[in-house]
């Protein structure tokens, strides 16, 4: 099955510095990668996405990207904000209607 | 957008109890649902697969005798962790897929066992 590597386990950065969080997966045929932002106690919120038959995304702040060759996709974060600080989780899915499988997780803080 | 509900958000039972987690799509309906588990500064990990009308597909290392999974109706599917130990404290949530490839989540029940 898909297992999915996630790095760093901490970040810390400066406001308005960007963040960077990798992560690869296993299974060549995944197609489809989210990124979730956890706030203690919550669900997993989706803040990014991206399919496998796209190289990067962005939204504002927030880009992802996607090499499907070494099966490995990035999260960046720029002009980080203190309210980004939370735990991010990036996850893969396999086959169609299979679920969802999460990397462990990155702790960012981003002090003012 | 899709929602999810789960209930109850927060539950404490002794040891040697059975404790039940629903998980309700509200305004939509799941052919499938996905449990998950959720120990303090860890991550989401898989327990199982939820299809409605059939038996929950379990992940390695789940035991299917103690977390009895039930999904009778497209809307609803229930947890049931039988016999709770205090290892057995954890955040569970449930997600579903609706179309498409986004996932949806609830908000989690947070059990606690003593």
């Known amino acids: 099955g898909e297992n999915v590597e996630q790095h760093p386990s901490t970040l810390s950065v400066q406001e308005g510095d960007s963040a960077v969080i990798k992560c690869t997966y296993s299974?060549?045929?995944?197609?489809?990668f989210p990124w979730y932002k956890q706030e203690l106690g919550k669900r997993p919120q989706l803040i990014i996405d991206?399919?496998?038959?796209?190289g990067e995304k962005k939204d504002q702040r927030i880009a992802v990207t996607l090499n499907k060759t070494a099966k490995h996709f990035s999260l960046h974060i720029t002009e980080t904000q203190p309210e980004d600080s939370a735990v991010y989780f990036c996850?893969?899915?396999?086959?169609?209607?299979?679920?969802?499988?999460f990397g462990k997780g990155t702790t960012l803080s981003v002090s003012s | 957008g899709a929602v999810v509900s789960q209930h109850p958000s927060r539950v404490i039972c002794k040891s040697g109890t059975s404790v039940k987690i629903e998980c309700r799509s509200l305004?939509?309906?799941?052919?499938?649902m996905f449990w998950y588990r959720q120990f303090p500064k860890q991550s989401l990990m898989l327990m199982a697969t939820?299809?409605?009308?059939?038996?929950?597909?379990?992940e390695q290392g789940v035991e299917k005798d103690k977390f009895l999974i039930n999904h009778a109706s497209l809307t609803l599917s229930t947890l049931t962790v039988t016999s709770a130990h205090p290892e057995d404290s954890s955040f569970y949530i449930c997600?579903?897929?609706?179309?498409?490839?986004?996932?949806?989540f609830g908000p989690g029940t947070r059990l606690t066992v003593t």
């Open positions: 305004d939509f309906q799941a052919t499938t």
């Open positions: 991206i399919r496998s038959n796209v």
């Open positions: 996850a893969a899915r396999g086959q169609a209607g299979t679920a969802l499988i």
């Open positions: 997600s579903a897929r609706v179309r498409g490839e986004e996932q949806y």
């Open positions: 939820s299809n409605e009308g059939s038996k929950a597909t379990y």
């Open positions: 299974d060549s045929a995944s197609n489809y």
